[in-house]
Structures are given as C-alpha cells and as structure tokens.
C-alpha cells in the first residue's frame, strides 16, 4: 500500500487483499513471539511448529521475538523456561535471543525509539493524536457505559483537539498516550489465507492506544512496527487475534506500508470440550516433558492439530513434516488434542529408535529411582532397552517395569498373586529352578522350548508355567517377552528369584 498523499482523506476504509503466491516469491521470513509471563502452552508450541515448518518448508527464516514491554508481568524464569522448551522440541531459530541477527534487538522491550518513532509520525501525518485522558476519566467512561448497557470505547474526546494545542501540551511534559485515528465509516477488510475474506465495520473499531503514556508501545503497534522491520512475510498465529488484525491493517495503511500474508490457525480443545487447562490436564510442553513424551512427537503431535500432508500419514519423521507442510493443507476447524494419539505416536518413536538413542535419557532416570548404574555395563543396559521400548508408550515406564532388571522384586502384584502363587505354584516354581540350573544354553529359545517340554511333561498348559514364572521375576503380571527377559536377566538371577518367589508362598 502506498504512502497518503498529501490532502487526501486518512481516514478511507483499508482493504487488504493479499497475493500469497507473490508474497512466496519473496524470501520467506516468519516469527514466533511470545510474551515471557508463563509456560509455553502446547497452543503455542503449536504456532512456533506451524512457523518453524514452514520456514524451512521455503528454505527461508524463522524468528524468535519476545514480546516483553508488559514489564509488569515480564517474568526471567519464564523466558529461560521459553527457550529451554523451544530448543527441547528442536525448533531452532535463525535470528532471535542468543543467536542475534540484522534487525538485533529482538526483545520489544530494547527497542523503544522504534515505536515512538512512528508514533509521532503518525501523530504528525494527523492518522493518529494524542489523548490527554487520565485513567480516572477513562475508568468513570466505562462505568457509564455500563450502566447505560452500551459498548466500552473510547468516546474521541482528545481526538479533535487542535493539533498546535495537542503539540503544545505534549512539549509541556503532560501525560499522554498516543492513539490512533480509525475510520468513522466503511469496512476494513483483509484475506486471512486459510478463511478468506474477514470484513469489520469501522464503526466498531476503537480509537485503540499505541503508546503508553510510559512511552512503551501497546501489543497492536509493536507487532505492526517489528513485522515490518524484521520483514515478515507471513504471519502465523491463533485465531484468537483474527480480532486485532483490522486494526493492524489500518496501521499499516497509515503507515504506507504492506502488511504480510495473515493466517490464523485454529483452536486447539481439550477431549471434553472447551480449551486446553492445567485444570483439565497438562497443558504445557514442560508437563509433556516430564511425563515422559519424545520431542519428536511432540514435534509430530502437534503439527498434525490442524494440519494434514492429505496422505492418511500420522507418523512423520522432521524432514517429512518439513517436505510435506504447506499453508494449503491448514484447515480453520478447531482441533482436539487426543492424549492417546499422542501416546501412540510416541510409542511408534519408541519403535524406530535404536536402544543406543535411549541410553544417556534413561540413565539419569533410572539412577533418580535408585539403580546404582555401576554395577552394570552399558551392553547389558542396551539389552534391558531392547526388551522395554517396545512395549513402553512414555519414558518413566521403562522405570516402572524396568527396575526388575536391577533388582530382585520386593513384592508382588496383590490380584496376580491370588490367582498364579497358589500354594503347589511353590514346589512348581522350585521344581523349574532346578531344571533351569541343569540347563546347558540360557538363550531364550532354549528356554522356551524347555518350558513347554515341561509343561507337556506335565500335562499342562505352557501358560501355568510362564504366568508364575513371570510373576516371580519381576513382581509384575506383564511385561517384555518371558524367555528374552529370563535371557537378559541370567540363570543365577532367575533361579534365585524363582527360590525367593517359591519361599514367598504359604
């Protein structure tokens, strides 16, 4: 959009209908900017995917911008905590904290004169004044509205003042915010990429604040400045600002420039209905990660909330996602976050990944649940992975069913008792503890076909052998397969928990 000319009427309707194909054409350059109050919320984690993909997807560039001028809730546990997830989930940045770049600096909060800059250019090209309005005003306008059942807006006291009397009292030092000058009348369109064409009547439109009085810039001028400035050309974000993108274009419109590609992406619900909470759950990437999920899921997890490669594929490896993602195949329909598919999808990771990819993040976990790892060697720590990963869905289950492998049980499952530790299961257990000190190989189809010999030497079914057997190993009812365990574990261990198992019963 061009510059106003002089003399001509700032205050016509804005429409804004983006060519998307002539925007690609351009470097691609995205952002994710978050504010340092809080977790990452999954939603979020959500848009910093959606950004990150299709960055890479163009081979252009991703930006991390932290949008901290609300120093009221800025909060420094929360921005380490910000990147520490972002670098977690992999989602590495081009220009950003800790990695700077050309439009340095990238906290909002740096970069002040930018905003006051072209908030009094905006003052003195007449799309935007100065109020002088006191917060007790403001607070009494809305009171009034109130009761009268009428919208809460500003009532455009300040915005006819003189503009040598309004420049007088800004050079006096009095108190003022800056505001800007919307349309009375018509509409300010804008095409949204993935919803078409949105249209809001100016009337409705507040004069909204650009500038504090504090000189800090409100959320609606700073991203209109750094996005211009930072030369995005797409941005990606929820559907909760589709609200605030009018207003943004108005701003571009006074400014004379061109705003970029908008695409909001939908909501994402809780299984029940209504947002994601930590009332209704986990609901941040830290939780995801202490429960026991791979960032790779995450990463796959998430893309796929309103999103689809249209092949019927789920299970997407990074360079797929970033082969397959386009802004074509984001769809507006609000997404459910299904924590089963999640599971599965993590469980189809544990699937792919060789035991070696698992060693130095099980360690420490194991060594937290008191596993004094020095007793045992690395190849035996692959073998135990080997058996768990495949039938674990998150990571603190190889702790729950792996500690067997550490240690002998100090109990046994209360219902699977009952039922396999009747009391002849003593002399049973017993009886295949001998046969398994006479045995002359321990891998684990020797140790099958031994048990069924057995069992068909007694007239019974292999499973009366394997469920106490199993049981007595590692105090649980299920677990890796009966013979590759007893294989791993040893036939010291095993003929010794088959004893202690046997003594156990009365």
């Given at each position: 959009m061009n510059a106003p000319t002089k003399g001509s009427n700032p205050f016509l309707s804005a429409i804004f209908i983006p060519d998307p194909k002539a925007m690609t054409q351009k470097r691609v350059r995205v952002r994710f900017a978050p504010s340092p109050?809080?977790?990452?919320?999954?939603?979020?984690?959500?848009?910093?995917?959606?950004?990150?993909l299709f960055a890479r997807h163009h081979g252009g560039d991703f930006l991390l911008r932290i949008e901290d001028t609300d120093q009221s809730r800025y909060d420094q546990k929360?921005?380490?905590e910000l990147?520490?997830?972002?670098?977690?989930?992999g989602l590495s940045w081009d220009e950003g904290p800790e990695v700077g770049g050309p439009h340095a600096?990238?906290?909002?909060?740096?970069?002040?004169?930018?905003?006051?800059?072209?908030?009094?250019?905006?003052?003195?090209?007449?799309?935007?004044?100065?109020?002088?309005?006191?917060?007790?005003?403001?607070?009494?306008?809305?009171?009034?509205?109130?009761?009268?059942?009428?919208?809460?807006?500003?009532?455009?006291?300040?915005?006819?003042?003189?503009?040598?009397?309004?420049?007088?009292?800004?050079?006096?030092?009095?108190?003022?915010?800056?505001?800007?000058?919307?349309?009375?009348?018509?509409?300010?369109?804008?095409?949204?990429?993935?919803?078409?064409?949105?249209?809001?009547?100016?009337?409705?439109?507040?004069d909204l604040v650009?500038?504090?009085?504090?000189?800090?810039?409100?959320?609606?001028l700073a991203n209109v400045v750094d996005d211009h400035l930072m030369e995005i050309t797409h941005v990606l974000r929820g559907d909760e600002w589709i609200p605030s993108t009018p207003r943004h274009v108005l701003i571009y419109q006074a400014l004379g420039?061109?705003?970029?590609?908008?695409?909001?992406?939908?909501?994402?619900?809780?299984?029940?209905?209504?947002?994601?909470?930590?009332?209704?759950?986990?609901?941040?990437?830290?939780?995801?990660?202490?429960?026991?999920?791979?960032?790779?899921?995450?990463?796959?997890?998430?893309?796929l909330l309103g999103w689809s490669p249209g092949e019927d594929l789920e299970f997407m490896e990074r360079k797929t996602l970033i082969e397959k993602f386009t802004l074509e195949r984001v769809h507006p329909k609000s997404a459910v976050f299904d924590e089963r598919k999640l599971e599965w999808l993590n469980g189809q990771y544990f699937l792919k990944r060789e035991p070696a990819f698992f060693l130095p993040i099980l360690k420490p976990l194991w060594e937290k649940a008191g596993v004094d790892l020095s007793k045992f060697s690395d190849e035996y720590l692959l073998q135990c992975i080997g058996l768990l990963k495949d039938r674990s869905k998150r990571l603190p289950e190889f702790v729950e069913f792996g500690l067997s492998f550490f240690k002998d049980p100090e109990?046994?499952?209360?219902?699977?008792?009952?039922?396999?530790?009747?009391?002849?299961?003593?002399?049973?257990?017993?009886?295949?503890?001998?046969?398994?000190?006479?045995?002359?190989?321990?891998?684990?189809?020797?140790?099958?076909?031994?048990?069924?010999?057995?069992?068909?030497?007694?007239?019974?079914?292999?499973?009366?052998l394997i469920h106490p057997t199993r049981l007595a190993l590692s105090g649980l009812p299920f677990g890796p397969g009966l013979f590759e365990l007893m294989a791993v574990l040893g036939r010291e261990t095993v003929v010794r928990r088959l004893r202690n198992a046997a003594n156990s019963i009365h």
């Open positions: 109050t809080g977790y990452l919320h999954v939603g979020g984690a959500r848009t910093a995917i959606f950004n990150w929360a921005l380490k990147i520490a997830d972002l670098k977690w989930l600096s990238y906290f909002q909060s740096q970069r002040l004169e930018h905003y006051q800059k072209y908030a009094r250019q905006l003052v003195e090209s007449d799309r935007a004044y100065p109020c002088f309005c006191t917060s007790e005003r403001l607070e009494q306008l809305r009171e009034q509205q109130k009761v009268n059942n009428l919208p809460s807006s500003y009532d455009r006291r300040c915005r006819n003042l003189p503009m040598d009397v309004a420049l007088q009292r800004m050079r006096d030092g009095e108190k003022h915010t800056i505001r800007l000058k919307v349309p009375f009348h018509g509409n300010t369109t804008f095409t949204d990429f993935i919803r078409g064409a949105i249209e809001y009547q100016n009337r409705i439109l507040d650009l500038l504090k009085s504090d000189g800090f810039p409100t959320y609606h420039w061109e705003p970029p590609v908008f695409c909001h992406l939908p909501v994402i619900l809780a299984e029940g209905g209504g947002k994601l909470s930590k009332r209704k759950g986990a609901a941040s990437v830290g939780d995801y990660r202490e429960l026991g999920y791979l960032p790779e899921a995450m990463v796959n997890f998430l893309s109990s046994y499952d209360e219902k699977a008792s009952k039922k396999h530790f009747v009391p002849e299961a003593a002399a049973l257990l017993n009886s295949l503890a001998g046969e398994l000190e006479a045995l002359g190989d321990f891998a684990a189809p020797t140790l099958e076909a031994c048990y069924r010999q057995i069992a068909e030497r007694l007239g019974r079914k292999a499973a009366d």
